[in-house]
Structures are given as C-alpha cells and as structure tokens.
C-alpha cells in the first residue's frame, strides 16, 4: 500500500499538485488507495504460484535424488552471478540448488522498482513454503530441505524461521539479512539457523539484528554488505558496501 502511494506523489508533480483543490487531492487519493488494495489482494499474500511461475525458477540438480537447498536473493533478483554461483557450489557439496525470483511473478526486477505489489519478507516466506511443497514432489529431491538467504532474502529466512509453521523447512542460513520490519518476534527460531554478518554493513546494519540470541552467529569485523558478491567494493542500492 505505501508503495502503491509512493507511486501516485511521484506521478504527480508539484507544480500540477499546487492547481488542485485539495478537496479534489485527497478525494483522488481514495480513489487512488482503493485501487491499490485491489491489486495488492491478489494471491501473492499466499506465495507465488509455483505451477504457473516455473520459468522464474532455476534448478541446479545432481544425477540421482539428494537434499535440496533453496536459495533466496537479494534485492537485486535473481539474474546476479553471485546467487548462481551459490547453486552451483551446493550442488557440488552434494545438494540440489533451487532459486525462486520473487519478484518477476509480482511484475517488477528488483527493490529499487517502487511497485504496489511489493513482496515483504512474509509473503516471500510462503513463496518458500509453495516452492518446498514442490520440491518435494520432484523425482531429483530426496531428504531435507534448506534456505540459504541473502539479504532480503535472508530476512525470509528470519521472517518463516520465526513462524509456528516453518513449512517443513529443517534449516536456515541467512548472510547480512534484513533484521527490522519483520513485524513478529524473531529472537527463537524454530529451527537452526546460522546468520552472517558484516560489521560495516550499511545497508543492513548490524544494530538492527541486535535481538538476535538463540541463533549461530558470525560476525566479519572488516566485511561490507554483499561481502560475497563478486565486487568487492561499490554501491548498493544508494549504500555503500
């Protein structure tokens, strides 16, 4: 919904906004709010329908049935080398690599595209319940299943760690994760999960995770958000890291 209003005062101008009768304005801004509420109720508050999205997903899977790890992008979607490289590693530990993009399916690329129907931590949380629940009825997944997160998507991991229902999930590890505005109480994960972070970290400070107890902690003292990307020093979306 903020978004959905974000995307209205940028449309308008302030030189167009000074001719308007107020009263008109904010009858708009109804009319504007309304609209929005009906786009954002479509079924991505339930995850992403795994069925119709299969071309959003990218499969890296060994010869015979093993376990399967999920991974969770960042802001910047799925398309970074980075995320890939990370499938291609598990799968050399022994695992299946499976990535979702959240985003595409809601029809934006990555966090800096201001879209009403923005995906939070929690309804990415049931993309990955529906993306277990398939994962488990393919012929190539056998065991168990776990999310490693970057980022916002390590936020997910947080967001259904601290569920009732972990959606059959059995572990998590989450790198530099979005610590606040998870709106629930994520100090006693209900399952294992080890966390990442970076001491220089600006994008997603520290600070914000400082509840964290009952979790495997690790800290890189001289580390920048996105420590494992390939660039090693820039900016991420308006932060330096």
């Not at 008109?24 to 509420?37: A, R, V």
């Not at 499938?87 to 595409?104: A, E, H, P």
């Not at 509840?211 to 494992?228: L, T």
């Amino acid at each position: 919904m903020t978004y959905c209003v974000i995307t209205m005062f940028n449309t308008l101008s302030k030189k167009v906004l000074r001719k308007f009768d107020m009263r008109i304005f904010f009858i708009l801004i109804l009319i504007f709010i309304s609209g929005c509420s009906t786009y954002n109720n479509l079924n991505y508050s339930h995850g992403v329908d795994i069925k119709n999205e299969l071309k959003h997903i990218k499969i890296q899977k060994g010869w015979n049935a093993r376990p399967t790890v999920i991974i969770a992008h960042g802001c910047s979607g799925s398309s970074v080398p980075s995320y890939q490289a990370w499938q291609t590693q598990v799968l050399n530990w022994g695992y299946n690599g499976v990535m979702l993009d959240s985003f595409l399916p809601r029809g934006y690329k990555n966090c800096a595209d201001v879209h009403p129907n923005y995906a939070s931590t929690a309804s990415r949380a049931h993309d990955i319940k529906n993306l277990a629940e398939w994962i488990r009825q393919q012929p190539w997944h056998t065991g168990k299943i776990a999310v490693l997160g970057f980022s916002h998507g390590g936020g997910t991991v947080l967001n259904f760690a601290s569920n009732k229902d972990t959606y059959g999930i059995d572990a998590g590890i989450a790198y530099y994760p979005v610590c606040n505005g998870l709106g629930l109480n994520f100090e006693n994960p209900k399952i294992p999960v080890q966390v990442h972070l970076a001491k220089k970290d600006t994008t997603t400070p520290v600070w914000f995770c400082g509840a964290m107890k009952n979790y495997d902690m690790y800290m890189y003292p001289n580390a920048r958000h996105a420590f494992d990307m390939y660039k090693v020093d820039g900016w991420y979306y308006g932060h330096y890291h």
